[in-house]
């Protein structure tokens, strides 16, 4: 495992725009099934002690996943994401909304867009999120979306590891 990969994250309010771009010491090929199949996503998505549940994905341009957050407590934070563009192991395209249980969306919401390339073993991600207002932006924030997202990274690059492990 390496130390000295990359992660960037910057949040740009005047875009309402956040940027991420990060390393993983992993083949492209695992790093791709990590965000576009549900049974891998959900191992590492949501930060601890939180947990992820898929009710469904079909990840296809038109799919969508439906999925919640779910606290130590069993309260659930539900979202909806459509995909919007995919060309595999390269880059997809989705939109993402907060959503009730019953798959209501609530809008405004935000484009994710996802960049994937992998140079000598190393695969970067790079991912811009624009939300469609500053206030749901901020929302994300205050949600703790920052320090979340953070500690999903770290969740992803423990499973990378025992994943390259086993193969």
Known sequence: MMNNLLFDFTVDKATKTVSITREFDADLSLVWDAFTKAEILDQWVAPKPWSS????????????????MVSPEGQERWAIQK?????PKTHF??????????????LPGSDWDYTFSEQDGITTVHITIYNESLDRMEKMIEMGFTEGFKMSMVNLENLLAALSKRS
């Open 93 to 106: 395209k989705m939109f993402n909304a907060f959503a009730d249980k019953d798959e209501n969306p609530e």
């Open 83 to 87: 995909y919007t563009s995919i060309s």
């Open 53 to 68: 549940k898929t009710k469904f994905m079909d990840f296809k341009v038109g799919g969508r996943r439906f999925y919640a």
